[in-house]
Nanobody
């Protein structure tokens, strides 16, 4: 299983950014694909997750209403559209996959990408 993130970069506060996570190596029917982030010196934090088969999504309270997760089966990719970004959301963003159902816990996700840096300047 391989997960590859892309789309990170340097933006200003209030800007938008779209991250992509391309999955390969197996079928992901029944899996959830999640996004987490980790800032320097902080624990990895849940951001959002989506069911690969039916598309049910869940968001952390801190991003609900600003971030949107979606998936495109045809290219095995999950997106995270991030709007109104804040400086405190500067972090490495990771995508991950779990067959344990909808989960907000990083430990439930067995497969991880290498991460993509998002930097939001004030």
């Amino acid at each position: 299983v391989q997960l590859v993130e892309s789309g990170g970069g340097l933006v200003q506060a209030g800007d938008s950014l779209r991250l992509a996570c391309t999955a390969s190596g197996r079928t992901f029917s029944g899996y959830y694909i999640g996004w987490f982030r980790q800032a320097p010196g902080k624990e990895r934090e849940f951001v959002s997750t989506i069911g690969w088969t039916y598309g049910g999504a869940y968001y952390a309270d801190s991003v609900r209403g600003r971030f949107t997760i979606s998936r495109d089966h045809t290219i095995s990719t999950v997106y995270l559209q991030m709007n109104s970004l804040k400086p405190e959301e500067t972090a490495v963003y990771y995508c991950a996959a779990t067959d344990q159902g909808l989960s907000l816990r990083a430990h439930a996700y067995a497969y991880w990408g290498q991460g993509t840096q998002v930097t939001v300047s004030s």
